[in-house]
């Protein structure tokens, strides 16, 4: 095999946010296919490492190796903090660099920065879960959205939801933080949310009036063990896209319909669905994976709530990323660094090469 190191770029987070601004449906399309390579089993995502601090426990940096074939074919890791005491400085509580590896060669290719990819890809996760699970429900679409947690990813999904042309009469926002909450309404009235439109949008002092207001429920919080517990607020069976993993208590998971992009990956780190698991001791209550659904394996029940609990896998960055890359590189505007890599010969330059061993 005759192969060259590849050069080595660094894409900056205005020049993702370039790609991406603006072409939420075709993103949405890229998860769906990274899904459906996923699910055929031309992927390898190995279980997510988490970097946790003795000192800041509320804090964590994550580690997401992943390789992807299909189309994209790119090896690759995503390494993401989460402190979220971050806010109180008024910064965001994630941070995020993603490095893509040559499949030829192993050498990286780019150092990306993450944090909007990763964002990009769980809207699309969330928005795209939102279109497949509310089909054939009879009511059609549901008409009332709720978010819980107004930070970042609340922020994105509800972006990625218009972009993919779905429109709602009300909006319920609710934080445990109202000037969040406030905050998060004023964004949406500006951006248009608040016309005729897109939504009368409400700040509710209470969880249960969100979630029993609401057919379509955002779980987008930090919160590290269940607060959410009386499954009667379930009562008019929501979708609901738990993005977050750890609101709600085992018993209503044990109680609804449970769809999670990967069971093994899901199944671990105390998410929701982690710990009906630990009650129950079997994984009956998991109905399918987003794949399954999309495929037809699974139908999804009515008559029940419909939780989407998604653990977020490296795959899912990788395409992003490499659709990133491949479209910054098509311009021509790649910020290559030029003599990234020192030693260039196996044997250094002035020396024979040799046969290899």
Known sequence: MNASIPPFAVVTGSQVHDVLAGREQHVIELIEEAYRVHGEGDSVNPPSYFLRFPDRPTSRIIALPASIGGDTQIDGIKWISSFPENIH?????????????????????????????????????????????????????????????????????????????????????????????????????????????????????????????????????????????????????????????????????????????DIEHCLKADTSPHLAEQLVGHRDFIDGTLYDVMSGKVTVPTGRPVIFSPFGLGVLDLAVGKHVYDTVSALGELNVIENFFHETSRYGSDSARGDDE
Request: include cysteine; charge should be negative.
């Open 89 to 261: 400085s008024g910064i965001p509580r994630a941070s995020a660099v993603a490095v893509l590896n040559d499949r030829a060669t192993g050498y990286p290719i780019a150092c990306m920065e993450s944090s909007i990819i990763s964002a990009a890809r769980t809207a699309a996760s969330a928005a795209l879960a939102a279109d497949w699970l509310t089909r054939g429900r009879g009511d059609g679409r549901p008409r009332r959205v709720g978010f819980f947690g107004t930070g970042f990813i609340a922020r994105y999904i509800h972006g990625y939801l218009a972009g993919a042309g779905w429109s709602f009469d009300e909006i319920g926002v609710h934080d445990l933080d109202i000037e969040h909450a406030n905050s998060f309404r004023s964004y949406l009235e500006r951006t248009g949310a608040g016309t005729p439109t897109g939504g009368r949008v409400t700040v509710y002092e209470s969880a249960e009036e969100l979630i029993r207001s609401c057919d379509l429920l955002v779980f987008a919080t930090v919160a590290g063990a269940p607060h959410v517990t009386d499954t009667t607020w379930f009562a008019h069976n929501p979708v609901v896209l738990h993005v977050s993993l750890r609101d709600l208590s085992p018993e209503i998971v044990l109680e609804s319909v449970n769809v999670v992009d």
